[in-house]
Nanobody, 114 residues
Framework: QVQLVESGGGVVQAGGSLRLSCAAS????????MGWYRQDPGTQRELVAR???????NYADSVKGRFSISRDRAKNTVYLQMNSLKPEDTAVYYC????????WGQGTQVTVSS
């Protein structure tokens, strides 16, 4: 089993920055993809960014150039640096880890005020 614990959400004004962290613990597979999805009430969960075991990254078009994902393999932790935040970035952000199974964090709220 793998447990994911997120931190770093909060309220920020438009144009500001936040950094999310997600620490994986338990039987963490050596080869995996970690990343972040987000979901606003009434909408589908959408991929924000992901990073593979060899640090190949992918981003949603809506966050390219503003968000940056990174990972510390020694700590089994993934980070999402979010800059130039917009009100439309407001959502619950979920960390996930994908290997032979999918694991999800509990979610952290990000609110961007205009």
């Amino acid at each position: 089993q793998v447990q994911l614990v997120e931190s770093g959400g909060g309220v920020v004004q438009a144009g500001g920055s936040l950094r999310l962290s997600c620490a994986a613990s338990g039987s963490v597979p050596r080869f995996n993809v970690m990343g972040w999805y987000r979901q606003d009430p009434g909408t589908q969960r959408e991929l924000v960014a992901r990073i593979s075991s060899v640090s190949i990254t992918n981003y949603a078009d809506s966050v390219k150039g503003r968000f940056s994902i990174s990972r510390d393999r020694a700590k089994n932790t993934v980070y999402l640096q979010m800059n130039s935040l917009k009100p439309e970035d407001t959502a619950v952000y979920y960390c996930y880890l994908r290997s032979t199974e999918d694991y999800w964090g509990q979610g952290t709220q990000v609110t961007v005020s205009s």
